[in-house]
């Protein structure tokens, strides 16, 4: 496994000139991600001093326009820095600039951003991704009205779902259920107002899967995700189990092109998109990219970082 890490890094630090965005899932806060977990794995400084000033670069790249999605915006730049800061990367205050930049782009305006991403082709509930991430690593900093603001926020969400105002994608409904059910665990209020959300989150979901408003990624993460729920509303969720279990999904695709193409996903719920993969098998199919990544070269930055984090979370 170490020569073929070491070679993904050596291809993605090659390829860095053509890593032109910053988010997450497809620029360079993700290959931050790898570049300081494997300097860390493989003890050479020279890959954390690349990933330093890649961070530099991404600073200067923020921008009033900037998405705020998870994926390839501003949440997905918080949630890199909050990891690096949790792993001890970095130190810095979240009174400083870049944390500041976040926070006012994500929680000036709690409504903004979320109303503005649900019309997205993959609408995700980011800013509450980020908001849990930061209460992860230090509570003391969170200002409770950012919570309340989020909560209140999701009942509207799923209110205009219920009411039939909206139809909601699964990818929406399964950010919001993690979020949610993360704020159940970590909160001591407004459990009882949490758990009524999360049931209507989870009667939402199976219109979204009737309706065909989901990807196949959309049900695999659905599966992980209801496993988090709290035990008093597990019961619950059975009658979405029983819906998904039905669902045939990546039909003819091979199974590590899904792991692939997906990582990012596991890596943003921290859960496993496929239970079992071949090292040996992932070794063949790392190389192969990485000898047609001249094809690919936009993206094989990402995919690699993404494959790399996996392969050393391991």
């Known amino acids: ?20 965005q910053v988010g997450l899932f497809d620029g360079k806060i993700g290959v931050c991600l790898f570049l300081y977990r494997y300097a860390r794995y493989s003890g050479n400084g020279i890959y954390e001093n690349i990933a330093s000033n890649l961070l530099d670069e991404i600073f200067g790249q923020l921008k009033p326009d900037l998405s705020p999605s998870a994926i390839d915006g501003v949440a997905g730049i918080g949630l890199g820095l909050t ?26 305006d709690v409504r903004s951003p979320l109303m503005k991403e649900i019309n997205f082709p993959v ?25 309340a603001g989020m909560i209140e926020n999701s009942r509207l969400i799923i209110a205009s779902g219920i009411n ?11 950010s919001m259920l993690y979020v949610l059910c993360g704020f159940y665990e970590r909160l001591e209020v407004n459990k009882v107002g949490i758990r009524t959300l999360l049931n209507d989150i989870l009667n939402l979901c199976v219109q979204s899967i009737d309706g065909q408003n ?38 003819d695709m091979n199974t ?8 990012w996903w596991g890596i943003l719920y921290n859960v496993p998109i496929l239970e079992e993969l071949s090292f040996d098998d992932i070794k063949m199919y790392i190389d192969k990219k990485i000898q047609g990544s001249f094809y690919d070269i936009s993206m094989i930055n990402s995919k690699l970082s ?3 984090l996996w392969l050393m979370s391991k």
């Open 256 to 263: 590590l092109d899904v792991w692939y193409d997906n990582a």
């Open 1 to 20: 496994m170490n020569k073929i890490l070491l070679q993904t890094a050596n291809t993605i630090v090659a390829n860095l000139a053509n890593t032109e």
């Open 123 to 147: 609408p995700l509930f980011s800013s509450g991704m980020y908001l849990l991430s930061r209460m992860s690593w230090r509570m003391d900093d969170i200002d409770n009205v950012w919570i």
């Open 306 to 308: 993404s494959a790399g």
């Open 83 to 108: 990891n690096l800061i949790k792993e001890g990367f970095l130190e810095v205050d979240p009174r400083e600039s870049v944390f500041h930049y976040v926070d006012e782009a994500l929680f000036r």
């Open 214 to 251: 989901y990807q196949d990624i959309d049900i695999i993460l659905l599966k992980q995700t209801i496993k988090k729920l709290p035990e008093e509303l597990k019961v619950t969720g059975g009658p979405v189990l029983e819906k998904i279990d039905c669902l045939d999904c990546f039909v």
């Open 164 to 174: 039939n105002k909206r139809k909601l994608k699964l990818s929406l409904l399964n």
